[in-house]
């Protein structure tokens, strides 16, 4: 048997934990919902303020983007990487199933944000799959999502899920940190 039909144990990413996290701190820290979001979106304060003064959209994150996190239990991957950056943790601190497991993330400035590289996400996870000898649709069962959501990845300009996102980083045995750095978006 190939290494491309072995199979390979996926965590699930946990995005309940993480609300859990969040909501945890922000109540240490006596913070209202607006007080973290505002918390979480000022951690880029001279970015916000030299993208303001370009005139480029920014789109601070919501309360009820935030709160959506306890009610579907997910999030886009470039949200997560806000609210990890908020707690100082990594992605794989909230893979159920391990503990301490999480790696380092990109540090990041008032200037800089983290942000995944989807691009490089999608090659890695390419070459692999075909390494491996899989279809896309081999591949899509083995990470319980859609072959779609796979190849979208090559033209993302923006997002995946959080939970596709890591599935595809611990099927490349792989950091999520090595498909994230710090942007100046």
């Known amino acids: 048997m190939g290494l491309g039909t072995m199979a390979r144990t996926i965590n699930d990413f946990d995005g309940k934990a993480l609300f859990a996290a969040l909501d945890g701190k922000r109540q240490a820290e006596h913070l209202t919902w607006t007080e973290l ?11 916000n303020a030299a993208r303001n003064a370009h005139g480029m959209p920014n789109h601070p994150i919501s309360v009820s983007t935030i709160k959506n ?19 100082d943790l990594a992605p794989e601190n909230f893979l159920t199933g391990l503990s301490n497991q999480g790696k380092f993330m990109p540090i990041c400035d008032t200037s800089h944000r983290p942000r995944w590289r989807l691009k490089d996400l ?7 799959r075909q390494a491996d000898g899989l279809t896309w649709q081999l591949l899509s069962e083995q990470l319980h999502c859609t072959a779609n959501q796979l190849t979208a990845l090559k033209t993302a300009k923006f997002a995946t899920g959080i939970k596709i996102a890591l599935c595809i980083t611990q099927w490349l045995e792989r950091p999520a940190a090595d498909f994230i750095y710090p942007a100046r978006w």
């Open 122 to 128: 999608y090659a890695a996870m390419n070459k692999k």
């Open 69 to 87: 996190l306890d009610k579907m239990g997910a999030c886009s991957c470039q949200h997560a990487l806000f609210y990890l950056r908020w707690l």
């Open 37 to 47: 979001a505002n918390s979480i979106w000022d951690l880029a304060t001279d970015l």
